[in-house]
């Protein structure tokens, strides 16, 4: 019992729920067979739904009056969270899934360098090894070798910093929720993903009304999937450092194409099935590490 007593060990505990939770989202994002624009009108209005929903269900009903939001660390989980979504559907659309996911495998290291100057936290030599092995394991995994490998050009390079501003932004967001404990940051990031689906009905085009089927798919992830996994992700990063986080939620990076697997056929290659082993291997030693007693929250 007393290791549910440590803060750490909760938090670790809720991250490790949220990035499970958060594995089927590939699948459903296949399933739905939008282009990337239309995705994120309806991915983050959904979501803003929901996350609105929860918020006054378990914040505003408890409380019963308005939070104040008139502060920067409000706006500046807003305008992540807007980035976040924004960035991954515009990139999914222009570059290789394989590159994206390699440009968001870097929020660890994102996360690691923010709250060393936001919360002055410091860092142990064991974690900057296993996000390095885990960044290692997830180049394998994703990039592949020879035909597999995607090409470099203009739509590649452009994907890949808008993941990479896909991993700052997630970084950024743990950050802030872990430095202000006072800040209703569910609401705030469904205003974000409200922007999100704003900025995307502004430069969608075709027809905006999907069929059943992949209306279907897309609604389950956006109400259901997005909202509970990052909603507990973000109450983990009170807990446990951003860095913890962002690197137990690479889990869906490894976890998502098994879902592909299942339930669209595509089986993993050969490099997948390595990169991925490596991931875990890294993560159960890192969690193993980060749950003893006398682990300290700063390592």
């Known amino acids: 019992m007393k290791r549910f007593q440590n803060g750490n060990n909760v938090g670790i505990a809720l991250?490790?729920?949220?990035?499970?939770?958060?594995?089927?989202?590939?699948?459903?994002?296949?399933?739905?067979?939008?282009?990337?624009?239309?995705?994120l009108v309806w991915?983050?209005?959904?979501?803003?739904?929901?996350?609105?929903?929860?918020?006054?269900?378990?914040?505003?009903?408890?409380?019963?009056?308005?939070?104040?939001?008139?502060?920067?660390?409000f706006a500046i989980i807003v305008l992540s969270q807007a980035l976040n979504a924004g960035f991954f559907s515009l990139a999914i659309a222009m570059a290789p899934v394989a590159v994206v996911l390699m440009a968001v495998a870097t929020a660890p290291i994102f996360a690691v360098v923010l709250s060393r100057f936001i919360l002055g936290?410091?860092?142990?030599?064991?974690?900057?090894?296993?996000?390095?092995?885990?960044?290692?394991?997830?180049?394998?995994?994703?990039?592949?070798?020879?035909?597999?490998?995607?090409?470099?050009?203009?739509?590649?390079?452009?994907?890949?910093?808008?993941?990479?501003?896909?991993?700052?932004?997630?970084?950024?967001?743990?950050t802030i929720i872990r430095k202000?404990?006072?800040?209703?940051?569910?609401?705030?990031?469904?205003?974000?993903a409200f922007l999100a689906a704003g900025l995307g009905a502004f430069f969608v085009q075709g027809p905006f009304l999907p069929p059943l089927?992949?209306?279907?798919?897309?609604a389950i992830t956006g109400i259901i999937i997005l909202p509970v996994s990052f909603v507990t992700l973000s109450y983990a990063a009170r807990f446990a450092p951003s860095s913890t986080v962002s690197l137990i939620m690479l889990l869906e990076t490894?976890?998502?194409?098994?879902w592909v697997w299942w339930g669209l056929g595509e089986a993993p290659t050969k490099n997948m099935l390595i990169g991925g082993t490596i991931v875990i291997l890294c993560?159960?030693?890192?969690?193993?590490?980060?749950?003893?007693?006398?682990?300290?929250?700063?390592?």
């Open 180 to 192: 202000d404990r006072s800040v209703p940051f569910v609401l705030a990031i469904g205003i974000g």
């Open 121 to 174: 936290e410091a860092l142990s030599k064991f974690s900057i090894i296993v996000a390095l092995l885990v960044l290692l394991g997830l180049s394998i995994s994703v990039l592949g070798t020879g035909s597999a490998a995607p090409k470099l050009d203009g739509a590649t390079l452009l994907g890949a910093g808008l993941g990479l501003g896909v991993a700052c932004s997630l970084a950024l967001n743990f």
């Open 283 to 299: 993560l159960v030693g890192f969690l193993i590490n980060q749950g003893r007693p006398n682990t300290l929250i700063n390592n």
């Open 43 to 73: 991915r983050g209005g959904l979501s803003g739904i929901a996350y609105i929903l929860i918020w006054a269900c378990f914040t505003l009903r408890t409380e019963r009056k308005m939070p104040t939001i008139w502060t920067s660390n």
């Open 15 to 39: 991250a490790i729920l949220g990035a499970l939770l958060l594995t089927p989202d590939t699948l459903l994002m296949r399933i739905s067979e939008l282009d990337g624009v239309t995705m």
């Open 254 to 258: 490894v976890l998502g194409p098994l």
């Open 213 to 218: 089927e992949n209306l279907t798919a897309i």
